[in-house]
């Protein structure tokens, strides 16, 4: 039996899926996989790195010393009763602490028996900045590798945490790995925040022009940028860590301000400017004329299925259909309340720049998705702008002179 119920929180409304027997209740209580409180209660086997026992604010938790070079190393961890049966449970949750001078990228993995690393599992990662902590979240609605061969919840064999080709040594420690069912009492509180109540989507519901800077010469794929266009740095990545970012984007915003003090200026986090990353940005505090986007393309094997410049294993995922189960949709809010939950504790305003799903996804799981996304983000005051007009995600059929009439319902429903 399922309720659909609307919720209202001083005047914020959020459409809740209640599914009998399945909902999280004051109660309910994680279940853990590794506390490393007892030495016993697992079987831990180091792949080329060294772990050890230490104390972290009072409680046990496990250190890993990785190798220099290495392409996976890590730690993987055997449940001692053979398996972790995990079909009632919403997301695996993972607390990391980073003691370097240097941020480190951890990933958490969980799997199937047969799983190598492409099929039966779930993986997910975390940015974690230098002497900070960080929680890194591993819902089931995403998918990870061969998406024909999901995880099966009930028979979870290993959890693997480890880095993914890192290049050099790191040390970092973990701690606490537990499942989770979905629950949005967290959110209460949150939407409780003056700020939650004045937010507005100021953007609004908007389209990408998108391939202008792509073009091998601006222009020649039909879009010229003008002085007044949206935001500093489109995604940065890779050797533009959140670090160097933070620092360059201080003195990108001197520069603006010095011709235009009260514009709106619109700038994301690093790591392609992932939900995940928003933590580790850092804005000037009495610049109050930023808006903060992130973007949103999960899961990736979904929305990108068939691009070629993802890489071989695109190919691999066409086919993959998304049915707004509620293992994916819960990722999908979790994400969303991960992305406002942050615009209320830093007092900023937040904005999807960037969300869609590529032309050789089904229109069908294509529209669903779309819809669902938007209609998410606008519920929670969120602004957006679906990526994009009349391209190789376009909304909009250039050729044919006509809009993709499923997607056009799915931005802009009656």
Same mark, same amino acid.
Request: charged letters at 25%; a negative charge; aromatic letters at 10%.
């Given at each position: ?115 190598? %690393? ?12 230098? %002497? ?34 890192? %290049? ?31 937010? /507005? ?81 850092? #804005? ?27 890489? %071989? ?31 209320? /504790? ?60 499923? #997607?056009?319902?799915? #931005? #802009?429903?009656?």
């Amino acid at each position: 039996m399922t309720t659909r119920t609307m919720i209202c929180i001083n005047g914020f409304w959020l459409t809740a899926l209640l599914a009998l027997g399945s909902i999280a209740h004051a109660d309910d209580k994680p279940f853990i996989l590794a506390d490393f409180e007892d030495e016993t209660a697992n079987e831990l086997i180091a792949i080329q790195a060294k772990a050890a026992g230490v104390t972290l604010a009072g409680n046990n938790a496990l250190s890993i010393a990785t190798e220099e070079g290495a392409d996976y190393p890590g730690v993987l961890i055997k449940p001692e009763q053979g398996k972790w049966d995990l079909s009632e449970y919403d997301v695996v949750k993972m607390d990391v602490f980073n003691p370097q001078s240097v941020q480190v990228r951890v990933l958490l993995s969980v799997a199937n028996p047969g799983s190598d %690393g492409t099929k039966n599992c779930n993986t997910e990662a975390v940015v974690v900045q230098p %002497g900070k902590k960080a929680t890194l979240d591993l819902p089931f609605g995403t998918w990870h590798g061969e998406t024909n061969r999901p995880i099966d919840q009930s028979n979870v064999v290993s959890a693997q945490v480890m880095l993914d080709r890192p %290049g050099q040594a790191h040390q970092f420690t973990v701690d606490n790995i537990r499942a989770e069912k979905f629950s949005r009492r967290h959110m209460a509180g949150i939407l409780r925040d003056p700020f939650a109540e004045k937010m /507005k989507p100021i953007l609004g519901r908007g389209v990408n022009l998108g391939n202008a800077l792509d073009a091998p010469n601006e222009g020649e794929w039909g879009v010229t940028l003008e002085e007044r266009y949206f935001d500093l740095l489109n995604e940065p990545h890779n050797k533009l860590t959140a670090q160097l970012w933070n620092e360059m984007l201080v003195e990108a915003i001197k520069v603006v301000r010095r011709t235009n003090p009260t514009r709106q200026i619109v700038v994301g986090p690093g790591s392609w400017n992932a939900v995940s990353a928003l933590e580790g940005l850092e #804005l000037p505090k009495d610049d109050r004329n930023l808006i903060v986007t992130f973007h949103y393309y999960s899961p990736f094997q979904f929305t990108h299925q068939g691009a070629s410049w993802v890489g %071989g294993n695109a190919n691999k995922w066409l086919g993959t259909k998304w049915q707004a189960t509620r293992p994916e949709q819960e990722a999908v809010r979790r994400d969303l309340d991960r992305a406002l939950a942050w615009a209320v /504790k830093n007092k900023r305003q937040i904005y999807l720049g960037e969300f869609g799903a590529y032309s050789k996804t089904d229109m069908e799981s294509r529209a669903r998705w779309t819809k669902f996304v938007a209609d998410e983000a606008i519920q929670r005051n969120i602004s957006i702008a679906y990526w994009e007009f009349c391209a190789g995600f376009g909304v909009y059929d250039a050729t044919n002179n006509r809009w993709r009439d499923p #997607l056009k319902r799915a #931005l #802009l429903p009656e």
